[in-house]
């Protein structure tokens, strides 16, 4: 129970406000007014009494030192887990807030900076807008932080609680069959390219892999014999150096893909050739290093060049030749989803919907077929013109 004690010194009254903190010690604050002692008194009360109360020593903390904090106590994670938090507290969070108080940070703030993820990032302004599935895991990252903040007793509530995440990229552009490249020209590509990416081609039009994923595919994930591979991070370049390792896209990025013996070949060779140890990416540049995007960028240019193939012939068509030989193959929906690792049947079917066969035909003779089978009399289907 608190109290105010009254002090006389030099005949001059002061109040001492004490109370029990639920850290378990006793806390005081000095007034030249009683009733200030008692209000003061009265707010740090109720404060304990609904688990609102903080420890004054640690009320004055910032963003920054709470989220060094938080970050230096992330034991048990996995490196490229760990990598990614660091990537976001230091482009995205500390930028923004470091050198705020932790309570200053409110809901209104936090959709200000929610809604600039995707936009200019006035923070970052070299970076430019994110898409709006980054930002949403920005968005989740920083809530995590902010919700350890809450348990720890540095806040009352988390100012990230009714902070939506950014509203889905508006549409996703259908692939155009015709820019798909066809077998022959990747071929004429893996003919033309440098030794060090030509069987990268083929890895990459035999497996949907991300170009991401495909540069970060450490060695150990490569399982040639049994015909798989693995995708459990990707690499990214963010900055100066050598690009970084990073979880996938998203969660449902990672995946086991099935390869045929192509694309165990196409990795035989090129392992034979430039070998990787276990956590060393299979592809790397001549001088075993990762492939940063404007060097992989500038050798997939020239191999165009030299093949005489359109320039206008994205990386990523590769990706997209691995879908729709799925799907020209019978690949139901759910498979090509699990292969190309969308986060949702309704992604592939907006991309590739162009792809998937005419089935016009094949539904008007089912309905019939149904139709027709319950006319009384009539054990088969007939022709319309038959129909009396």
Same mark, same amino acid.
Request: proline letters at 7%; one cysteine or more; glycine letters at 10%.
């Given at each position: 129970?608190g109290?105010v004690?009254?002090? =006389?010194r030099?005949?001059? /009254?002061r109040y001492v *406000?004490?109370?029990?903190?639920l850290?378990?010690?006793e806390?005081?604050?000095? %007034?030249?007014? /009683? ?15 609904t688990?609102e109360?903080i420890?004054p /020593?640690r009320?004055k ?15 048990g994670?996995a490196p490229a887990t760990?990598l990614?938090?660091?990537t976001?507290?230091d482009l ?11 309570r200053?940070l409110t809901p209104?703030?936090l959709?200000?900076?929610v809604?600039q993820l995707?936009g200019?990032r006035?923070?970052?302004?070299d970076l ?7 930002a949403?895991?920005r968005?989740?990252?920083?809530g995590?932080?902010l919700k &350890?903040a809450f348990e720890e007793?540095?806040?009352? #509530? &988390?100012?990230?609680?009714?902070v939506?995440p950014?509203q889905?990229?508006?549409?996703i ?8 490249p066809?077998p022959?020209?990747i071929w004429?590509?893996? =003919? ?6 030509s069987e990268?081609?083929?890895v ?12 970060g595919l450490?060695?150990r994930?490569?399982?040639i014999?049994r015909?798989e591979l ?6 990214? $370049?963010d900055?100066?150096g050598e ?6 896209? $998203?969660?449902?990025? #990672?995946r086991?893909i099935?390869?045929g013996?192509?694309?165990?070949l196409? %990795?035989?060779r ?7 140890? &276990?956590?060393?990416?299979? %592809?790397?540049?001549?001088?075993g290093r990762?492939?940063?995007?404007t060097? %992989?960028?500038?050798?997939w ?6 093949a005489?193939? #359109?320039?206008s012939?994205?990386w990523h068509?590769?990706r997209?030749f691995?879908?729709s +030989? ?5 690949a139901?929906v759910?498979?090509?989803m699990d292969r190309?690792?969308h986060?949702s049947?309704e992604e592939t079917?907006r991309?590739?919907s162009r792809?998937w ?5 094949t539904t008007?003779?089912?309905v019939?077929? *149904?139709?027709?089978?319950g006319i009384?009399g009539?054990g +088969? *289907?007939?022709?319309?013109? &038959?129909?009396e």
């Amino acid at each position: 129970m608190g109290h105010v004690q009254t002090r =006389e010194r030099g005949g001059k /009254k002061r109040y001492v *406000a004490r109370y029990v903190g639920l850290d378990g010690n006793e806390h005081t604050k000095t %007034f030249d007014k /009683k009733g200030d002692a008692a209000d003061w008194l009265n707010e740090k009360e109720s404060r304990v009494r609904t688990g609102e109360w903080i420890d004054p /020593k640690r009320a004055k903390i910032t963003v920054r030192e709470w989220c060094e904090e938080w970050y230096s106590g992330r034991t048990g994670i996995a490196p490229a887990t760990l990598l990614q938090y660091r990537t976001v507290l230091d482009l995205d969070v500390l930028p923004a807030f470091g050198d705020m108080p932790l309570r200053a940070l409110t809901p209104s703030q936090l959709r200000t900076w929610v809604a600039q993820l995707t936009g200019t990032r006035p923070w970052a302004p070299d970076l430019g807008p994110m898409a709006s599935s980054t930002a949403t895991t920005r968005r989740m990252i920083f809530g995590s932080i902010l919700k &350890s903040a809450f348990e720890e007793g540095l806040l009352p #509530r &988390s100012p990230m609680i009714g902070v939506r995440p950014p509203q889905r990229d508006v549409e996703i552009e259908p692939v155009d069959p015709d820019l798909l490249p066809t077998p022959g020209e990747i071929w004429a590509l893996y =003919e033309a390219a440098p030794a060090v990416l030509s069987e990268a081609i083929i890895v990459a039009a035999g497996s949907g892999l991300r170009q991401g994923e495909l540069l970060g595919l450490r060695s150990r994930n490569a399982r040639i014999l049994r015909r798989e591979l693995e995708v459990v991070e990707q690499v990214r $370049t963010d900055g100066p150096g050598e690009p970084v390792y990073v979880p996938p896209k $998203t969660p449902r990025a #990672r995946r086991r893909i099935p390869v045929g013996d192509e694309v165990c070949l196409a %990795f035989a060779r090129h392992l034979e050739q430039w070998p990787a140890e &276990s956590d060393q990416a299979v %592809f790397r540049t001549k001088a075993g290093r990762r492939w940063r995007r404007t060097t %992989f960028a500038a050798a997939w240019g020239g191999a165009k060049e030299k093949a005489g193939i #359109r320039d206008s012939l994205r990386w990523h068509e590769l990706r997209h030749f691995y879908a729709s +030989t799925l799907i020209s193959g019978g690949a139901s929906v759910r498979e090509v989803m699990d292969r190309m690792g969308h986060a949702s049947a309704e992604e592939t079917i907006r991309r590739y919907s162009r792809l998937w066969p005419d089935r016009e035909e094949t539904t008007r003779t089912i309905v019939d077929a *149904a139709l027709r089978s319950g006319i009384p009399g009539r054990g +088969t *289907a007939q022709g319309v013109g &038959s129909v009396e």
